[in-house]
Structure formats: structure tokens, C-alpha cells
């Protein structure tokens, strides 16, 4: 009998029950009519901890389904989750709301002839998807379907894919072609190529068994020419290994890594060409994140696999290059966590959120802002909308920002140490840093609170130096000090709280003259000097304090305050209804499924 979390098989040799995980590698962010892969678009061994999860994240049950497994995003306002049926006999496929993760208005979850689950999901277009799974008869599955409904395409069927058992993830570099990874039915990991258009084994390919592995869940695809696989292996370790998506064969030179630290490698996702992060994890059942070099499979140069102090991680996307976000869970909670995906460290400055009563196995993102996630409870699938925050690192917070130009922007606030006013340029599109910039500290300062660009090459920032406001004219590409220029103490302020620019030679800042008063300045632009002829003016009464802060203040609240709530740490025991490969090795206690009959 099949559940939404696990599907027992027996394996080759005596009768021994292995574990296949209904769950997949995150699937790509959305797509308009380009193909889509499992990377985003151009996207210590000192123990990492969220320390307390914000608020708890809705979650909605999906009618009709036991379980949904993966789930990925064709366009900004569609989403594609498979799963399992609500009697967990048929595959299922249910389109969704990304911005609510409802199902969408007018559609319902679609039933699957020909499958007995489906694990993994990814998409080539906006009019293209393919899920693999597994059928009735103890054979991987693969089948188009149509994004708008969650139907079969049309013409097309479920296709059993010879040589597998399972297939539980896939990923899809190019528009024609996808790559799926599950085992075969002697417990040997498999990799097969597929043809996007009709789910067949691609003309004149196989599925391949993958040496060193047990068992693979999951798939990314950095390139069209390189994807990684990852899963285990029969002596209880994680891996990852890199592969040839033409042939699902081992990339030319390479092997599988053996990812020590890991007990299970379940998700992975490719931010850029060089790097995955892959999510899991380890003997202790905790969730473990570890940066993959994709050429090779191996633990990136210098980093380790980071404990994350969390239930386990099941899959994760990565919306942008500079940020990922792993979901999980156990039967209490699920949680959702962003990472760094250079470290796979705990994101800088953020902490996990709580989705409320389910773990979630899948995730896809329509944006750099919002991640959709899905997962089951004991009384069907859900769905959880997770909104996303990228932090800036080298600072420790950002109080404004100005647009020059449609392309590039520029934000002010203060170093990690509050030592120095920071300012650093920002890509609008992704709200990342754009490559080659960098945050840049600003010399003569304590502080930035604002900013304005009367120009599309000059930028003036306003803040503090601890003892006096100041103002200083600043590159909105580079975030550096104007050339020649540098930062101007305002004397008769205290500090200066915002500016606005009348013209591409005078802006007009204002804040507090230092003793507890308003204070008003004209400043010229492209010195950051008071303008000829003019002082500061005193506003007197309108400040709010004599005690006037030295920086803007900041909010009292933190997330690490707050006490976890009950049931966050995962338990000594696995989760009902999962549980990991069998091995000999392990108690009786992990090899149980007290949800199967």
C-alpha cells in the first residue's frame, strides 16, 4: 500500500524492505517560454541555527489528495503540484495559486491513468511540464502535462520507464529534454534521459545505474550540458554525483561523491554554473545543508556540511544567487529555512518560519520574493505561500534606497560592526547585488539613513558621524564616494534624517539640530557641503526628543527572542509514515512505518 511519504519495496536480497521517499529536488523558479532547469534563472564547521522561527506560515489542504510531493512554477502565476490521490491509489496533479497556494479557481486535482504516485516535478515552458513517479506494476513512470489544468497533454500517456523502479526527481536543462533519478529494483541508483514532449526514454538512451549509490531522490541541472544527482548510499552516507544530462550517464572524469556528515542527501538546487547546495540529513535525524561543487559532486572547496539544528530537510529552490530556501519538517511542523547557498549556512540575519501543523517536501519559487511549498498531513496534501527576504551581507541594516535609473539602485544603512556607514548598489529585477559590486563603507561616517539621486551618475547620502548629521555625494553603480569627494559633517545638526533633491544641483535634507529641535539644510549634491550662501535652519520644537538618537532607532523586537514553540526540535524518532532506506545497521524502531498496513 502506497502513502504520500512512503513506498516499500522489496528489495533483491533477503527481502529486505528499502524506503523509497515520495519526494524530489526542488524544481526550478518560474518560466515564461524559456526552458526551465532546477538552477533559478540568472541564480564551518561550526554548527548553524535559526535560534527561533517566526511566525508560523498557512497552510491549506488540497481536496482530493493524500500527499503532494513537488512542485514547480511555469509562470509567475501558475503552479503545478503532484502527489498522490486522496485513496493513495493514482498519481495526482492539482494546478495552484502561487500567491495563496489555493487551487486555482475552476480546477480540481486531476487523477493520473497509469501511475501510482508521482514524486517529482519540473518544467520546460509555460505550456510544459514533466512528473515522474511510479506505477501499479513496480516501474518508474514519467508523463507530460499540460500546466493550465494539471492534465495529461494532450495525445500523450504515462510512460513506463524500463530499468527503474521509482523515479523520485527530475530536472528539465533544456526545453526538449529532462533527466530523471530514482533506483532500479535491486536498490542501485538509476538516472534515465527523457524526451520533454512525450515522457519516453530519450531516442536511443537507456536508464543508467549509477555506481556507488543506493538510492537518488533528487536532480539539478546547473547547465544544459551538467546536472547533479543525489540520494545515498548502501553504507549509510549521502551523496552527490555529477552526470551527463544527454545520457544520464557519470559526467566524463567524475564519480559519486560520498558526502560525509550526511546520512541522506534528499534535495538539490544549482544557483549558479559552478555551485549546488544540496539539503538533508544526517544519522542523528537532523537537517543537514552542504554547498556542491557541480563539476564534481564533492563538498565545495572549503566549506563543510552544515547541521542546521533543524527537523530534516527535504528539498529546497534557490530564487536568486545569493539566497536558497530549504523546507522540512516532521509530524508536528513543518519548517522553511533560507540559506546561503556559498555556505549552506543559516541566511544571514533570518531566521526559519513554522508552517503550521505538516512537514512540506517541495519547493518552487515565482520570484525572488515568493516560494511556494508542498507537503501532507495525516489528512491530506497542503500548500504553504513562503514569502522570501534576501539579506545584504556586511551589513546589519539598510534604511533607504533610490532608483536612478530603471536598472540600478542604490541603498545606505550601516556596517555589521556599526562602525561605518555603509552604501551598496542593488540590481531592482532580483534585488541582489549585482555582480562584481560590493558593499562599500563610507568613510566619515557612523551612519546612512537616506537617500536621493538627482542624477543617474550622482547620488547623495545623509545620516551621521556620532556627533554631527552628514552628508556625502556618492556613485549609485559603485556605491563609493564621489570621485574627489568625501563625507561632510553638517555643522548644526545632530543628525540627518532624509533628503530630497529639487534639482540636479540642490537637495534639501532634514533632521535634528543635535539639542532637540527640527533642523532643514540645502545641500549641494556633488560635494555633500551646505549650499553656497545658505545654513541650517532651525526648526525649533519639531524634534521629538532632546535625547536624540545617534542613528535612526531600531526596533526593539527580535526574532530570536521569541521561545520556540512546542514540537519545533525534531524527536529522537522519525516521523510516522517515513523513514529512511533500511539498513541492518539500524534499530527496529527506525525500520517501522506504523501508518502502512
Not at 541564480?43 to 513537488?70: D, E, F, M, P, R
Not at 529534454?177 to 529494483?185: E, H
Not at 545515498?232 to 552527490?240: D, I, Q
Not at 514569502?387 to 535609473?405: D, F, K
Request: charged share 10%.
Amino acid at each position: 500500500m502506497l502513502t504520500f511519504r512512503k513506498r516499500l519495496l522489496a528489495a533483491a536480497s533477503g527481502g529486505a524492505l528499502a524506503a523509497s521517499l515520495l519526494l524530489a529536488s526542488a524544481s526550478p523558479p518560474a518560466v515564461a517560454s524559456a526552458a526551465a532547469s532546477s538552477s533559478p534563472p540568472a541564480v564551518a564547521s561550526a554548527a548553524a541555527s535559526s535560534s527561533a522561527a517566526s511566525a508560523a506560515v498557512a497552510a491549506h489542504k488540497i481536496a482530493g489528495t493524500s500527499g503532494l510531493n513537488q512542485v514547480a512554477c511555469p509562470s509567475s502565476t501558475e503552479c503545478l503540484g503532484v502527489g498522490l490521490n486522496a485513496s493513495e491509489t493514482q498519481g495526482v496533479a492539482v494546478l495552484l495559486a502561487p500567491t495563496t497556494g489555493k487551487v486555482a479557481t475552476g480546477h480540481s486535482a486531476e487523477a493520473i491513468a497509469g501511475t501510482a504516485a508521482l514524486a517529482g516535478v519540473a518544467c520546460t515552458s509555460a505550456t510544459l511540464c514533466v512528473a515522474v513517479g511510479s506505477n501499479s506494476s513496480g516501474a518508474g513512470v514519467a508523463v507530460p502535462l499540460n500546466p493550465s489544468t494539471g492534465a495529461v497533454a494532450s495525445g500523450q500517456s504515462a510512460q513506463a520507464i524500463a530499468g527503474t523502479a521509482t523515479l523520485e526527481g527530475v530536472a528539465c536543462p533544456s526545453a526538449s529534454a529532462c533527466v530523471a533519478a530514482g533506483f532500479n529494483a535491486s536498490n542501485v541508483g538509476v538516472v534515465v534521459p527523457l524526451d520533454a514532449s512525450t515522457g519516453q526514454v530519450a531516442s536511443g538512451q537507456s536508464a543508467q545505474a549509477i555506481a556507488g549509490t543506493e538510492f537518488l531522490y533528487g536532480v539539478g541541472c546547473p547547465s544544459a550540458t551538467l546536472c547533479v544527482a543525489v540520494g545515498s548510499n548502501s553504507s549509510g552516507a549521502g551523496v552527490a554525483v555529477p552526470l551527463n544530462p544527454s545520457t544520464g550517464a557519470v559526467a566524463s572524469g567524475q564519480s559519486t561523491q560520498a558526502i560525509a556528515g550526511t546520512e541522506i542527501v534528499i534535495g538539490v538546487a544549482c544557483p549558479s554554473a559552478a555551485l549546488c547546495l544540496g539539503v538533508g540529513v544526517d544519522d542523528s535525524d537532523i537537517g543537514v545543508s552542504v554547498p556542491l561543487a557541480a563539476s564534481t559532486g564533492a563538498v565545495a572547496a572549503g566549506q563543510s556540511v552544515q547541521d542546521l539544528s533543524e527537523p530534516e530537510l527535504y528539498g529546497l529552490a534557490c530564487p536568486s544567487a545569493g539566497l536558497c530556501e530549504a523546507i522540512g519538517g516532521s509530524d508536528v511542523t513543518g519548517v522553511a529555512v533560507p540559506l546561503a547557498p556559498s555556505t549552506g549556512a543559516l541566511a544571514s540575519g533570518q531566521s526559519g518560519q513554522d508552517v503550521s501543523a505538516t512537514a512540506l517536501y517541495g519547493l518552487a519559487c515565482t520570484s525572488v520574493t515568493l516560494c511556494l511549498g508542498v507537503g501532507g498531513e495525516d489528512t491530506g496534501g497542503v500548500t504553504a505561500a513562503v514569502t522570501v527576504t534576501e539579506t545584504v551581507a556586511g551589513t546589519t541594516e539598510l534604511y533607504g534606497v533610490a532608483c536612478p535609473t530603471t536598472s540600478a539602485c542604490l541603498a545606505v544603512g550601516d556596517v555589521a560592526d556599526e562602525s561605518a556607514g555603509v552604501a551598496v548598489p542593488l540590481n531592482p529585477a532580483n534585488a541582489e547585488v549585482p555582480s562584481g559590486s560590493a558593499v562599500q563603507a563610507v568613510a566619515g561616517t557612523e551612519n546612512l539613513g537616506a537617500v536621493a539621486c538627482p542624477s543617474a551618475t550622482l547620488c547623495i547620502g545623509v545620516g551621521g558621524t556620532g556627533s554631527a548629521g552628514a552628508a556625502v555625494p556618492l556613485a549609485p553603480l559603485t556605491g563609493l564616494v564621489a570621485s574627489g569627494q568625501s563625507a561632510q559633517a553638517i555643522s548644526g545638526t545632530g543628525f540627518i534624517e532624509d533628503v530630497a533633491c529639487v534639482s540636479v544641483t540642490l537637495c534639501l535634507a532634514v533632521g535634528n539640530d543635535g539639542s532637540g529641535s527640527g533642523a532643514v539644510v540645502p545641500i549641494d549634491p556633488a560635494t555633500g557641503k551646505i549650499a553656497s550662501g545658505q545654513s541650517v535652519q532651525d526648526m525649533g520644537g519639531f524634534a521629538a526628543s532632546s535625547a536624540w538618537p545617534a542613528r535612526p532607532p531600531r526596533c526593539a523586537w527580535a526574532w530570536d527572542s521569541t521561545p520556540r514553540p512546542a514540537g519545533w526540535r525534531y524527536r529522537s524518532t522519525r516521523p510516522p509514515g517515513r523513514s529512511s532506506p533500511a539498513r541492518p545497521s539500524r534499530p527496529s524502531s527506525r525500520e517501522t512505518d506504523p501508518w502502512s498496513p
